[in-house]
């Protein structure tokens, strides 16, 4: 390392002190410079205050889309969900019904022996009309009726509780004579499937009615042997037909109107015969309703 003079280390000791004497440049940073205006003079507005237009825009557009959300009932306007109910299938229990019928007393005045109506007396009774019967019955009392057929007499007990609308339309057909004279069209009294007897078509073919149909009503009964039902070809066309059961046919679904049931001549109903289901039995010689009465009783 070269060696330093006395003289050179003076100079040295001179230069770092001025260096440290001289004061440096000022950091200070200028402010921008302001630009003079004149009276009145108003800073421009900043941000959404420079768009005053846009903020009535944004309210009538959250205002929309409030009330498409209530009026479509969406989002926190949206109906709750019902809650499911379930409902448990309450037994259907048989007709509960008077016994001994009060009908058994009345049989004298259902009785009626007289011959089946003739060709021209057949012609006469009216057997289409424009509409069903309104409600004429007294719904408290029973309505016994007497089939007076060519084997003998059946008596029913009709009890409108059960099915006032039908017990209603039986009553005024009846009552008209509309029954008097029909065929039982349809017997089935043997076999593994269902056992009925059953009438009320004045076309005597199964594909007759009155002219109108109503509706059919809840079926508070099973369809047991004596039962007696309204025959129908799908929901609400209920007519004239009807058909009595001379065996338990519980099988049968609950779709046909039950208004009734057989208190007396049951045997007889058994002895019905008439076409069947089966081909063999179309030329069978069917049986007759003579004369159908009704009573009502309290």
């Given amino acids: 390392m070269p060696k330093t003079t006395k003289r050179g280390a003076t100079?040295?000791?001179?230069?770092?002190a001025k260096a440290h004497a001289t004061p440096l440049p000022s950091l200070e940073v200028k402010g921008r410079k302001q630009i003079p205006r004149g009276p009145g003079y108003k800073p421009p507005a900043r941000g959404v205050a420079r768009y005053p237009w846009a903020i009535g825009l944004t309210i009538v557009i959250i205002g929309l889309i409030i009330f498409t959300?209530?009026?479509?009932?969406?989002?926190?306007?949206?109906?709750?969900?019902?809650t499911a109910v379930v409902v448990k299938p309450t037994p259907i229990l048989n007709l509960t019904l008077p016994n001994p019928s009060p009908c058994l007393k009345?049989?004298?005045?259902?009785?009626?022996?007289?011959?089946?109506p003739s060709p021209a007396?057949?012609?006469?009774?009216?057997?289409?009309y424009p509409h069903a019967s309104t409600m004429s019955i007294?719904?408290?009392?029973?309505?016994?009726?007497?089939?007076?057929?060519?084997?003998?007499?059946?008596?029913?007990?009709?009890?409108?509780?059960?099915?006032?609308?039908?017990?209603?339309?039986?009553?005024?057909?009846?009552?008209?004579?509309?029954y008097d004279g029909l065929i039982f069209h349809?017997?089935?009294?043997?076999?593994?499937?269902?056992?009925?007897?059953?009438?009320?078509d004045p076309q005597g073919t199964g594909q007759g009615g009155p002219g109108y149909s109503f509706k059919d009503e809840s079926v508070r009964g099973n369809y047991t042997k004596g039962c007696v039902a309204m025959a129908n070809s799908g929901p609400n066309t209920n007519g004239s037909q009807f058909f009595i059961c001379t065996g338990d046919d519980t099988s049968l679904p609950k779709s046909y109107n039950l208004f009734?049931?057989?208190?007396?001549?049951?045997?007889?109903?058994?002895?019905?015969?008439?076409?069947?289901?089966?081909?063999?039995?179309?030329?069978?010689?069917?049986?007759?309703?003579?004369?159908?009465i009704v009573v009502p009783v309290s």
């Fill in 121 to 128: 007396e057949f012609k006469k009774i009216i057997h289409t």
């Fill in 260 to 292: 009734g049931r057989v208190v007396l001549g049951m045997d007889v109903a058994q002895k019905i015969q008439g076409p069947g289901d089966d081909p063999s039995t179309k030329n069978i010689k069917p049986d007759i309703m003579d004369r159908v």
């Fill in 106 to 116: 009345v049989v004298n005045q259902l009785t009626d022996k007289s011959p089946t």
């Fill in 11 to 16: 100079k040295r000791a001179e230069k770092i």
């Fill in 186 to 200: 349809r017997v089935i009294q043997t076999g593994p499937g269902i056992h009925i007897v059953q009438t009320g």
């Fill in 69 to 82: 959300l209530y009026f479509y009932r969406l989002g926190p306007f949206a109906k709750p969900k019902p």
């Fill in 138 to 178: 007294d719904t408290t009392k029973f309505y016994c009726v007497g089939l007076n057929t060519n084997r003998g007499l059946i008596v029913l007990e009709l009890d409108p509780q059960y099915a006032p609308e039908t017990v209603n339309n039986f009553v005024f057909l009846a009552q008209a004579h509309f």
